[in-house]
């Protein structure tokens, strides 16, 4: 699966992979890839185009219009979809800045790959042709050291780029059966969310009926330690490597998390990003649907008519307030972030719910990560993701992120400042930090190794932007709201609001990823899809029985 950071996962999940093949001889290989189900012929007769608004032009919005499209054309029903995005950008979660201000340096801001198992993903960026190669292409690749676990007062476990077999008697001495074990429950896990992809299950009304239809009530129920450790995977392997990852692509230990978003961190096989961002797969999307995509558009206010018709009220650019009627209206994204008025009240109010402050940091520098702060004598590992030291365990409320203090540390590549910089003209390395506040100055000169000068005295409020330009050429901060809190629990939010009324969030407390998203922005279109057929077929009929009463 995918999700903000990924950060290096993929290498080191790798290696358990390859040690799940030649140990056991258990592998059965993932469902082929998922293709489009046709919904068959209808004698739709509709003259007038169905108006669809889609509230955000992420994965889910970008993903409903897609398929939308593809239903629509193949029921033979015209339709027109107006997407609002309030922001001056598609992609959502998925968007790229540039080092530099120089576009032959962009870098993810958001979610930054996907893997093998994310069909809707795969196949879309395949369709509309767009090119996908290793996440881990532009790496510097200068350390043996690729991935290196940290728990804030040593490195638990690192992995060696270019010794996989080293690498695999390391796992094998230290955890015993754990890795082989934890990828047969990835994999039997993944498997049964696999089969919300089709027939009988898709599309399917409830997330929570289709979660139990599917064997997986009893994952998110769990916490993901509870979870691991009911099934036999020790807890030192639990700590050390699944936590580093639920860590990195979620901001939240193993006693908080459920035990399904914590299996999908494992899914890590054929990790790939598109050249020049992933924003691309939903712009393509959105390209492909021929929505009218009405970006820096705020939605205020929906009105639901008597008639089952919806009046949305929004503002292009902040100015005057314009009104336009739709036959559906597709809320994709978090409700409680959207400031929508809507009236009457929904029959189905979706519940507020915990999200993640994610602080996100960018920077190049000239320097590498300092051995020294890590207590190292050699080079540091080009990712280093962090874990909690053994005994120390957060609870299952504690949103804590222990003495280590942030959540990982990525080199991303290597990059030419430009000629107006002054100083150091030498190769610069950027950076990637997730951590749950923002970075102090003092901070991030530690992990660079950068001596202060008499005169460089940073506050206790300093941060990245006091360190001087010689020593950071560039940064770029973002705070996120990205995926919220995934506490256990075995009800999700319901993808019908009301009449004509659709939801997309409820995915995100169940699997919180672009996959997921774009699968539950399919899922709706299916469902709008089949309740027009369903329509004509009925006008179809109620027709024909006039016929034959006249004749």
């Not at 999940?13 to 140990?23: A, D, G, L, Q």
Request: hydrophobic letters at 40%; aromatic letters at 10%.
């Amino acid at each position: 699966m995918d999700s903000i950071p990924r950060n290096g996962f993929p290498q080191l999940f790798s290696h358990f992979t390859i040690i799940y093949y030649v140990v056991t001889l258990l592998f059965v290989p993932f469902s082929n890839a998922i293709e489009q189900q046709p919904l068959g012929t209808s004698s739709y007769s509709e003259t007038t185009p169905k108006r669809v608004a889609i509230i955000g032009a992420g994965a889910a919005g970008s993903s409903a219009a897609y398929n939308l499209r593809k239903y629509a054309d193949a029921l033979q029903v015209p339709v027109n979809i107006t997407v609002f995005e309030r922001e001056s950008y598609v992609g959502g979660r998925s968007t790229t800045v540039d080092v530099f201000d120089d576009p032959a340096y962009p870098v993810e801001l958001g979610a930054s790959i996907f893997v093998d198992v994310n069909y809707n993903l795969v196949n879309a960026s395949k369709e509309l042709g767009l090119l996908a190669s290793s996440a881990s292409r532009a790496r510097p690749m200068e350390s043996e050291d690729t991935i290196g676990i940290w728990d804030g007062e040593q490195f638990v476990f690192v992995l060696q780029d270019t010794y996989s077999w080293w690498n695999i008697g390391k796992l094998l001495w230290k955890y015993g059966l754990a890795p082989i074990r934890a990828q047969n429950l990835m994999k039997s896990t993944v498997n049964k969310f696999l089969q919300l992809y089709k027939e009988p299950v898709f599309p399917f009304k409830s997330l929570s009926d289709a979660a139990a239809a599917v064997g997986l009530l009893d994952v998110t129920a769990s916490h993901g330690d509870a979870f691991l450790e009911k099934n036999n995977v020790s807890p030192d392997f639990a700590r050390d490597i699944i936590q580093a990852s639920t860590r990195v692509n979620y901001g939240q230990n193993l006693a908080l998390i459920h035990g399904l978003e914590s299996m999908v961190c494992l899914a890590t096989d054929g990790a790939v990003a598109i050249h020049g961002g992933n924003w691309q797969i939903f712009d393509a999307m959105l390209k492909s649907s021929r929505a009218n995509v009405k970006l820096n558009s705020t939605v205020n206010s929906i009105v639901r008519n008597k008639n089952g018709t919806s009046t949305i009220t929004f503002k292009l650019n902040n100015l005057v307030e314009e009104s336009l009627v739709f036959d559906e209206v597709v809320i994709a994204g978090p409700l409680q972030y959207s400031d929508i008025s809507i009236s009457p009240s929904l029959d189905k109010t979706p519940d507020q719910i915990p999200y993640v402050k994610l602080h996100v940091t960018l920077f190049s520098s000239p320097y590498k990560l300092s051995p020294k702060y890590f207590g190292l004598e050699g080079q540091v590992a080009e990712t280093v993701l962090t874990t909690l030291p053994k005994g120390m365990n957060l609870g299952p409320v504690e949103k804590g992120v222990g003495p280590s203090e942030f959540w990982s540390i990525s080199t991303l590549q290597a990059v030419k400042p430009p000629s107006t910089f002054p100083g150091n003209h030498k190769k610069h390395y950027v950076y990637k930090i997730f951590s749950p506040k923002q970075p102090s100055a003092d901070f991030v000169a530690q992990i660079l190794g950068i001596e202060k000068s008499e005169k460089e005295d940073y506050t206790k409020n300093s941060t990245i932007k006091d360190l001087p330009s010689h020593d950071i050429s560039w940064y770029h901060e973002k705070i996120w709201h990205p995926y919220p809190y995934l506490y256990p629990r075995v009800t999700f939010e319901e993808t019908s609001l009301a009449p004509n009324i659709w939801y997309t969030g409820g995915i995100e407390s169940f699997i919180s990823t672009m996959e997921t998203s774009a699968l539950m922005g399919k899922n709706v279109a299916a469902l709008m899809s089949r309740s027009w057929q369903t329509q004509g077929a009925e006008k179809d009929g109620v027709k024909g029985h006039e016929n034959r009463a006249e004749l």
